[in-house]
């Protein structure tokens, strides 16, 4: 039973550049979230999908935008990037009747 | 907003002795979770705790909810090197309200 995936694992970019990230949920779950993880801190909510709509939204701007595919899969993109978009983005997925969320090992993003 | 605040940010034992990590929301939770982050990796799901004044047990680990639902705890009795890593709490008011709130987490490190 495949846990939650992330690609890639690891991310160089430059500023103004835009980002794609990749979330493949646990088997069986129909709700994906993303956090940004800056380091040192605890993870911050981005935006959590279900049946393939934003359900719910962090304080992020517009820059963050993301899908979630029939397959229950997800994307989590950054337009114009910032320095300090550099971070781990987590993935979580959950069942939309449960709060507990499995995370996936995430993607570090480097703005240079 | 909602706020979950977690004390110490830091904790330095020797194998063997005690330790205690604290966690207070701004507002009353739904449930709390646990998470365990080991450097480098990425969280990982230890408990979910729903009631008021409840206490759950996992092996050496106490995890507790307060009466009024806005403060948490976990303990670990006679820490092994093996506990090493950032222990998060993690919460949710429930309603609506679909995003998890971290605290910045509980820093553990365990002298062998």
């Known amino acids: 039973d495949a846990g939650v995936t992330q690609s890639p694992t690891h991310l160089i970019k430059t500023r103004g550049q835009q980002v794609t990230l990749r979330c493949s949920p646990k088997?069986?779950?129909?709700?994906v979230s993303w956090y940004q993880q800056a380091l040192g801190q605890g993870p911050q909510f981005i935006f959590q999908y279900y049946e393939e709509e934003e359900r719910q939204r962090g304080n992020f701007p517009d820059r963050f935008s993301g899908h979630q595919f029939p397959n229950y899969s997800s994307e989590l993109n950054v337009n114009a990037l910032l320095l300090g978009d550099s971070a781990l983005y987590l993935c979580?997925?959950?069942?939309?009747?449960?709060?507990?969320?499995?995370f996936g090992p995430g993607t570090r993003l480097l703005v240079l | 907003g909602q706020q979950v605040m977690q004390i110490p940010q830091y904790q330095h034992v020797q194998e063997g002795e005690d330790f205690t990590t604290y966690c207070n929301s701004s507002?009353?939770?739904?449930?709390i979770q646990w998470y365990k982050q080991r450097p480098g990796g990425h969280p990982v799901f230890l408990i979910q705790?729903?009631?008021?004044?409840e206490v759950k047990k996992q092996k050496r680990l106490t995890f507790q909810f307060g009466e009024a639902k806005k403060n948490s705890s976990l303990h670990i009795t006679a820490t092994q090197t093996t506990d090493v890593g950032t222990y998060f709490c993690a919460g949710n008011s429930g309603g609506s309200n679909y995003k998890l709130t971290f605290g910045k987490g509980t820093l553990l490190t365990v002298n062998p």
């Open positions: 507002t009353t939770l739904s449930n």
């Open positions: 705790l729903v009631k008021s004044g």
């Open positions: 088997s069986g779950h129909d709700t």
């Open positions: 979580a997925s959950s069942l939309i009747r449960s709060e507990t969320q499995y």
